[in-house]
T-cell receptor
Framework: DAGVIQSPRHEVTEMGQEVTLRCKPI?????LFWYRQTMMRGLELLIY????????DSGMPEDRFSAKMPNASFSTLKIQPSEPRDSAVYFC???????????FGQGTRLTVV | QKEVEQNSGPLSVPEGAIASLNCTYS??????FFWYRQYSGKSPELIMF????GDKEDGRFTAQLNKASQYVSLLIRDSQPSDSATYLC????????????????FGQGTILTVHP
């Protein structure tokens, strides 16, 4: 298996623009997590899904953030409008219930200028 | 109180020494505990997991869990410069039916530097 795949790897955008981050989890995994990592706040859980259903979105910072999982092999995290303080590395991770380890994608480094 | 807290770093140890990394958690329902290593610019990768009280050893790494004290630690023996990284503690409740079932929460991380 290719592992968790995220795209793009790097994104530079202007403040106010819409940003969409994409994730393909490992096949067969029923949990998908979106994390944001910054030096100041560490690795924060934004939202997670189980069987494509959002379970806990309490970590989503504002209404500008939204996430979807239309099927078991694809998820998006959207920021609209983006702001400079959204600059961070965004990780997607997946796991299965029987094996609770989460496998991480390579991350998307987002820079909002 | 943060859900998962790690001892403040950075931690610097000489090569060959034992590095001790600590983590406390607030949710008594937590059942699974993980240590991840993250090299600069890379994604976190699992080193060890532990579910039961006591020690679990894997090579140079030993994870220790004390659920009564809500404390989990990682010991790295014979530390090597290649162990220099950020170490992340993560916890997960496994109580089926709870709203947080499956949720994986990380601590802030401890930066470890092993100097020759």
């Amino acid at each position: 298996d290719a592992g968790v795949i995220q795209s793009p790897r790097h994104e530079v955008t202007e403040m106010g623009q819409e940003v969409t981050l994409r994730c393909k989890p490992i096949s067969g995994h029923d949990y998908l997590f979106w994390y944001r990592q910054t030096m100041m706040r560490g690795l924060e859980l934004l939202i997670y899904f189980n069987n494509n259903v959002p379970i806990d979105d309490s970590g989503m910072p504002e209404d500008r953030f939204s996430a979807k999982m239309p099927n078991a092999s694809f998820s998006t995290l959207k920021i609209q409008p983006s702001e400079p303080r959204d600059s961070a590395v965004y990780f997607c991770a997946s796991s299965i219930r029987q094996v609770t380890e989460a496998f991480f994608g390579q991350g998307t480094r987002l820079t909002v200028v | 109180q943060k859900e998962v807290e790690q001892n403040s770093g950075p931690l610097s140890v000489p090569e060959g020494a034992i590095a001790s990394l600590n983590c406390t958690y607030s949710d008594r329902g937590s059942q699974s505990f993980f240590w991840y290593r993250q090299y600069s610019g890379k994604s976190p990768e699992l080193i060890m997991f532990i579910y039961s009280n006591g020690d679990k050893e894997d090579g140079r790494f030993t994870a220790q869990l004390n659920k009564a004290s809500q404390y989990v630690s990682l010991l790295i023996r014979d530390s090597q410069p290649s162990d220099s990284a950020t170490y992340l503690c993560a916890v997960r409740p496994d109580s089926a039916g709870g709203t947080s079932y499956g949720k994986l929460t990380f601590g802030q991380g401890t930066i470890l530097t092993v100097h020759p």
